[in-house]
């Protein structure tokens, strides 16, 4: 009994020893601790606690090359973003994930002064694309507005869709082939979306919208959703083109009846159409049929297949059997695996 009772107490004390020893080490603590390390060293003035500190960052140092680095969850706060442009190629190279998220039930880009008139002319989209030129390896990426709570904030911030705007420009600029994409605009405060806050936008009328200039074009856009064109000819369609992109941030539907070209050039127009408003979401060609001609109907789809968005452009023909417009049509869908026939 006397030997069992020595043996409890010797493995008593061995595992005492054992976590006294382990308390004093440190195992891979969060990235958020040396950066509370690091940031404030410039402004201890004791010496003796600027050299614990430093001591202490040295031991903390060694097990960066140790984090896991697959997954990021960050919110993109200027804090954040200069953590990513100091990860080395190798900690770059192994990041598979990136999740953009509040994790502060804040804005998103916390730190950075954006407008929304051009949100890639800022620093933070500069910042940005030089950070991401290093996830070359980063195939899933996941941005969420759902956990932003207020924007009560003096410092300047992103809203989520600006902020989604430059994080995929900057992706399309380093060609990086993103495997998933999730986008979650969900949120109560709706101000967080866009930088200034929609509230102050009371409707998107032609008075609103004419305000602002979108990307760096320094024309005003005109806003329409539906344009009906009726009997003219002798148009080319190069003056038709710049007319249409006026409305390419609004344009749903387009009307095209008994048109004439001076040129048939239906083929170049209906590529650039397709090519250039991706809001489109129907366009309507119509011809009259003279006496004795048949008549025939073409029902198609357009695919839009950017990094943007997965929409669709739906075309009706309805005119003789042969025109310009409906080889092109026919020409155009040939061209595209998935295009759809109604």
């Known amino acids: 009994m006397a030997l069992e009772n020595a043996r409890r107490v010797d493995m008593t004390r061995s595992v005492t020893a054992q976590i006294s020893h382990d308390a004093n080490k440190f195992y891979q603590p969060p990235i958020e601790v040396y950066y509370l390390i690091v940031s404030y060293l410039g402004y201890l003035d004791l010496r003796p606690l600027r050299l614990t500190c430093r001591t202490l960052y040295r031991v903390c140092a060694v097990q960066l090359n140790n984090i896991d680095l697959r997954t990021i969850s960050t919110d993109l706060s200027r804090r954040h973003v200069q953590q990513l442009m100091r990860l080395t190629a190798k900690q770059a190279s192994g990041i598979r994930e990136l999740a953009i998220c509040s994790s502060s039930e804040g804005p998103l880009g916390l730190g950075y002064r954006v407008l ?32 932003i709570k207020h924007t009560d904030y003096e410092l300047a911030w992103m809203g989520a869709i600006d ?41 998107y009328g ?49 009307t095209m009846e008994n048109i004439i070209f001076r040129y048939n050039y239906w083929l170049r127009f209906l590529r650039n159409l397709k090519r250039e408003l991706h809001r489109l979401q129907e366009v309507n060609l119509f011809w009259e049929v003279n006496t004795g001609s048949k008549s025939t109907s073409l029902i198609t789809q357009w695919n839009h297949n950017t990094i943007y968005d ?16 409906l080889t092109a049509l026919e020409k155009i869908a040939s061209e595209d695996p998935l295009s759809v026939h109604l």
């Open 310 to 325: 997965n929409t669709q452009t739906r075309v009706t023909y309805t005119g003789p059997e042969e025109h310009g417009a």
């Open 116 to 147: 929304p008139s051009s949100p890639l002319k800022s620093q933070a989209s500069k910042d940005l694309r030089e950070a991401l030129k290093k996830l070359k390896k980063c195939r899933t990426l996941r941005i969420s507005a759902v956990e």
């Open 206 to 254: 032609p008075a609103e919208l004419s305000r602002f200039k979108f990307g760096s074009s320094s024309r005003r856009l005109s806003y329409a959703e539906n344009v009906v064109l009726d009997v003219f000819w002798g148009m080319g369609h190069r003056m038709l083109e710049p007319k249409l992109k006026q409305y390419c941030h609004s344009l749903r539907v387009l």
């Open 163 to 203: 902020l989604t705007h430059s994080v995929l420009s900057a992706f399309c600029e380093t060609q990086n082939s993103l495997e998933s994409l999730t986008l979650d605009f969900r949120t109560d405060n709706v101000a967080s979306l866009l930088r200034g806050g929609l509230e102050r936008i009371p409707s």
